[in-house]
């Protein structure tokens, strides 16, 4: 059974932005699934990037432990010198439409990976592309996954020293994802029943970036997330109750064993939130998106 309907008892909390090693995390969908449980969380997304292969599996641990589920992804838009992170909520994963629009990325994220270690043999790393697939595994490989070949190899210290002197935009490793428009993002969940809400807001947005997304079709904004300080979280709030935008909030964990510091649930997400996206997501109101 999936369980988006109303709560019971006391209102809980909830962590709607996660991932597993469907994409760059490093446990599966069901350990992601019983570390919300051992947590005492009411609910969770999992949000892995550009990809739905770990839902089902999530939503079959939730069904057994009791848990409220919501489809999710953390989806990849452009534009010019930025990338922007949209979290898909309460979509019917099985729109023929999204998945062949995931399945680009798929191809984009092999592309990217392969070009990535081209520019680090130039840059004299001598690390060969399959050991970025030792670490990807069954997922399309990410900088995250470099990174970690990278450290298996010796070649860096940590992750923070493989972005910092290699990965992040501007290096010499760098490599562009496909241009992809957040509006067009908008139109393919909107289409598939879901909505959108701007991830981390912090790193590079602003209230002046969630106002001309709006008008474009944006849903809602990530209020909560560890990358957002206080003055960006008020911010959000209120670009939120002037624009009757839905709020977000999770730990954007990634697994017990990476860089990231915040623990699944780290963020307190009231579960009001997570009833307000299923409302507002005619794929859930319909009981499509399971």
């Known amino acids: 059974m999936n369980r988006n309907g109303p709560p019971t008892g006391d209102p809980g909390r909830v962590d709607l932005h996660l991932h597993s090693n469907r994409s ?14 051992s947590l005492g969380l009411a609910g969770f997304s999992l949000t892995d990037h550009d990809t739905t292969a770990g839902l089902d599996e999530a939503e079959a641990e939730a069904d057994r432990l009791g848990l409220r589920f919501i489809p999710g992804s953390e989806i990849s838009a452009t534009e010019p010198g930025v990338s922007v992170h949209l979290l898909a909520f309460g979509f019917d994963r099985t729109n023929p439409a999204l998945q062949a629009f995931l399945e680009r990325f798929d191809g984009d994220r092999r ?7 081209a520019c680090l043999q130039a840059e004299g790393v001598g690390m060969p592309y399959s050991d970025v697939e030792e670490q990807a595994g069954p997922a399309a490989p990410t900088r995250a996954h470099v990174a970690r070949a990278m450290i298996a190899g010796s070649h860096v210290d940590d992750v923070n020293h493989a972005f910092r002197q290699y990965l992040s935009r501007g290096g010499p490793a760098f490599v562009e994802k496909q241009p992809v428009s957040p509006r067009e993002v908008f139109e393919i969940v909107h289409d598939a029943g879901g909505v959108v809400v701007l991830a981390h807001p912090a790193r590079v947005h602003g209230v002046d970036d969630v106002r001309r997304w709006a008008a474009e079709g944006l849903d809602g904004v990530e209020v909560l997330h560890p990358a957002n300080r206080a003055k960006t979280r008020s911010a959000m709030n209120g670009i939120a109750a002037e624009l009757d935008l839905l709020r977000s909030g999770g730990s954007d964990w990634h697994g017990p064993t990476t860089h990231r510091k915040a623990d699944v649930g780290a963020e307190p997400v009231p579960e009001r939130w997570f009833d307000e996206i299923c409302d507002r997501a005619p794929a859930m109101r319909g009981g499509v998106g399971r």
């Open 24 to 37: 760059d995390g490093t446990v599966s969908p069901t350990e992601v699934v019983q570390r919300v449980a």
């Open 111 to 117: 592309r990217r990976a392969r070009e990535i270690v």
